[in-house]
């Protein structure tokens, strides 16, 4: 963050009469300012014919002021033509500076001085420490990614002791943050309404931690902790537990990411044992292994809070899934569950799904990146013909392939509580594909279906068409990466004049070309409840565009629209800014690296001048100059309605900026 100096200035007050014997006055500032301080003070009382002064640095301990401070000693004797009994000082960033002697005697009225220190703080700091003392401040602030010092850090914990109107603090991605922790965890025993704070990646070790945990036994308003991504370790985890056993506010805990073993989980199950508080915890990348699993699994026998558990890309195999899914046939609780990566095999698949046929809590089930194949499919599907409180699984990038989505087709036809099922990998192709759409014709429950991978083609796309022109239950259909082509976007077009639940359609890397976007685009001249349209990354060009506009002159109900990483250009863009002057439901743009230059940038400028609707408009990595630069400046002008407008990477000039 570049460091702009700001002025504190000082108030002082001289009273002139008698003095008994000589005072201290105490100035605060930065240890580095030593030498610019004293000079300062030397000058200002030259100035005010103080003749006699000496100093040395003293810590003080006891400090409103919102600095690491130490303190400069200053001895005033009184000379013939100036008696000084006493100086007062006020600052703008606390209510007052501390004098550390008194008059013994003052019969005269005051007159004003000033003196003028300047700090190289961050302006930016300064304004929002100076809301927070005056309780202006909004209730979120964000200060992640801005590299902060310690010394900001404590700037802002010392005005949180104050302010009572901030809930939400992000202070993620510090290096330099951990030094500053402990002033924040000072701040947190007096403030009551920080409810979220967010340190992940800050490098936080246990030394820090400890002194926020010493922190949250007081506080009883935060609700959220974010610690992801740092350094805690097992005893940092030990001291967490300790104060959860305590604190009874504390509802969402991230631990990700913070070299946490078998003994950490060891405190943190003990913990949980006794707190009712905590619903979610995330532990996922960490060194979580069998017995870590086991300790875990006892903890959720007995906890009845915990909703959410994210264990994902820890050591857990099939062993520690198998005492995980004996706590689930306990635990009522629990409704979020994630395992994904790498270490689950069948046998642990099948665990769980004897605990699904008896657990009836759990909606949210991730066991993406594993190794599941048919045996696992299979006794999962027979727990999905029972199980009716699972609305969420995830089972992408396992070894699911044809006959495995035939056995999932099969439970679907039964189940009437999944909604969302995401199946992508590259072994379901056009069979398996057959088979999910024979089970879409029956079930009226699924919502969401991704298929994410290339080996459905032009043929699958047709069977699912069929299935859709008869349910009416599914909004999101993924075909992400898949190989439909312009044939397989025609039968989902023709769908789509028929279906009137499909909300949200993906189509992204699809092999889609100009015939196929004629095709839906005939489609959403005609569809009315198709929302969001993505076709990034396919082979859309003027003609492609053309079309498209023509849809959006008549269809009003799409909202986003994505066609980044296209060939649009400025032809294509010149035909959809004619439809954005006459559209008025359009509120999302995307046409990131879509090779629109300064004639597209201009004609979108026209069309922003009428259009009230759009907010978003994504132009990144294009090769709009100057020119467009400049058009785009004039069309915001009179717009009301842009709130986001991507212009990066692209080739305009710093006049333009």
């Not at 303190?71 to 004797?77: G, K, S």
């Not at 309404?193 to 967010?198: R, V």
């Not at 976007?517 to 990034?536: E, F, G, P, W, Y």
């Given at each position: ?456 083609g032009d043929n699958g796309a047709q069977t699912l068409s069929d299935a859709l022109k008869i349910n009416q239950s599914l909004t999101h259909l993924g075909l992400t990466m898949s190989t439909i082509g312009d044939n ?143 058009a785009l400046s004039d069309a915001l002008k009179v717009n009301q309605s842009l709130t986001q407008l991507d212009l990066s990477r692209n080739i305009f000039g710093d006049q333009a900026k």
């Open positions: 963050m570049e460091r702009e100096p700001i002025t504190v200035a000082v108030n002082t007050t001289v009273y002139k009469g008698q003095s008994k014997s000589p005072f201290e006055l105490v100035f605060r500032y930065k240890p580095n300012y030593k030498q610019q301080v004293n000079n300062l003070i030397i000058e200002w009382m030259n100035k005010n014919r103080i003749v006699e002064y000496s100093s040395e640095i003293v810590s003080i301990t006891d400090s409103n002021f919102p600095l690491h401070i130490h303190a400069n000693e200053v001895t005033v004797m009184p000379s013939e033509n100036n008696s000084n009994s006493t100086i007062t000082v006020n600052s703008m960033l606390v209510d007052t500076f501390q004098t550390v002697a008194e008059p013994s005697t003052v019969t005269h009225k005051p007159t004003s001085k000033t003196l003028a220190i300047r700090f190289n703080l961050s302006s930016e700091i300064t304004n929002i420490v100076e809301q927070l003392l005056c309780n202006i401040t909004p209730s979120k602030i964000t200060l992640s990614t801005k590299a902060l010092a310690a010394q900001d850090i404590e700037l802002i914990s010392n005005a949180l002791k104050v302010n009572q109107n901030l809930t939400q603090l992000h202070l993620s991605d510090h290096r330099s943050a951990e030094n500053g922790v402990p002033a924040l965890s000072d701040a947190l025993k007096v403030n009551q309404s920080l409810t979220q704070l967010h340190l992940s990646d800050n490098r936080i070790g246990q030394n820090s931690v400890r002194a926020l945990s010493d922190a949250l036994k007081v506080n009883q308003s935060l609700t959220q902790l974010d610690l992801s991504w740092n350094r805690i370790g097992d005893n940092g985890v030990r001291a967490l537990s300790d104060t959860l056993k305590a604190n009874q506010s504390l509802t969402q805990l991230d631990l990700s990411s913070n070299r946490i073993g078998d003994n950490g989980v060891r405190a943190l199950s003990d913990a949980l044992k006794v707190n009712q508080s905590l619903t979610e915890l995330q532990f996922s990348f960490n060194r979580i292994g069998k017995i870590g699993a086991q300790i875990l699994s006892d903890a959720l026998k007995v906890n009845q809070s915990l909703t959410l558990l994210d264990l994902s890309s820890n050591r857990i195999g099939d062993n520690a899934v198998r005492a995980l899914s004996d706590a689930l046939k306990v635990n009522q609780s629990l409704t979020r569950l994630s395992l994904t990566y790498k270490e689950i095999g069948d046998n642990g698949a099948e665990t769980l799904s004897d605990a699904l046929k008896v657990n009836q809590s759990l909606t949210h089930l991730a066991l993406t990146f594993n190794r599941i194949g048919d045996n696992a499919v299979r006794a999962l599907s027979d727990a999905l013909k029972v199980n009716q409180s699972l609305t969420q699984l995830n089972l992408s990038f396992n070894e699911i392939g044809d006959n495995d989505a035939q056995t999932l087709s099969g439970a679907l036809k039964i189940n009437q509580s999944l909604t969302h099922l995401a199946l992508s990998f590259k072994r379901i192709g056009d069979n398996g594909v057959r088979a999910l759409s024979d089970a879409l014709k029956a079930n009226q429950s699924l919502t969401r279906l991704s298929l994410t991978y290339k080996k459905i397989g976007a025609g039968a989902l077009s023709d769908a789509l004049k028929a279906n009137q639940s499909l909300t949200h359609l993906g189509l992204v890397s699809s092999g889609i070309g100009d015939n196929g976007v004629r095709a839906l685009s005939d489609a959403l001249k005609v569809n009315q409840s198709l929302t969001q349209l993505d076709l990034s990354s396919n082979s859309i060009g003027d003609n492609g565009a053309r079309a498209l506009s023509d849809a959006l002159k008549a269809n009003q109900s799409l909202t986003l629209l994505d066609l980044c990483f296209n060939e649009i250009g400025d032809n294509g863009t010149q035909t959809l800014s004619d439809a954005l002057k006459v559209n008025q439901s359009l509120t999302h743009l995307g046409l990131i690296s879509s090779r629109i230059g300064d004639n597209g940038a201009e004609a979108l400028s026209d069309a922003l001048k009428v259009n009230q609707r759009l907010a978003q408009l994504q132009l990144s990595s294009n090769i709009i100059g100057d020119n467009g630069v400049r």
